[in-house]
């Protein structure tokens, strides 16, 4: 199952991020700027950043992402 999860540099999206990897699961990780990812300390398989306020940075981000 491949999951991304939006905002995975802000406090909830780490301890989401954190809960998916003890339970076996590595996610993508989507955040606004690239510093945001040096705050993770799990493991993400892609690491996207993207202005989510610009839809053409948004276009094919959840191309096979089932959640």
Request: aromatic share 2%.
């Given at each position: 199952?491949?999951?991304?999860?939006?905002?995975?540099?802000?406090?909830l999206?780490?301890?989401?991020?954190?809960?998916?990897?003890?339970?076996?699961?590595?996610p993508?990780?989507?955040?606004?700027?690239?510093?945001e990812?040096?705050?993770?300390?799990?493991?993400?398989?892609?690491?996207?950043?993207?202005?989510?306020?610009?839809?053409?940075?948004?276009?094919?981000?959840?191309?096979?992402?089932?959640?």
């Open positions: 199952m491949k999951i991304l999860v939006a905002g995975a540099g802000g406090l999206g780490r301890e989401i991020v954190a809960c998916l990897n003890r339970r076996g699961i590595v993508d990780g989507l955040a606004c700027r690239e510093k990812f040096e705050l993770i300390q799990s493991p993400l398989g892609r690491k996207l950043c993207v202005n989510v306020v610009n839809p053409a940075q948004l276009e094919g981000v959840c191309k096979g992402v089932d959640i």
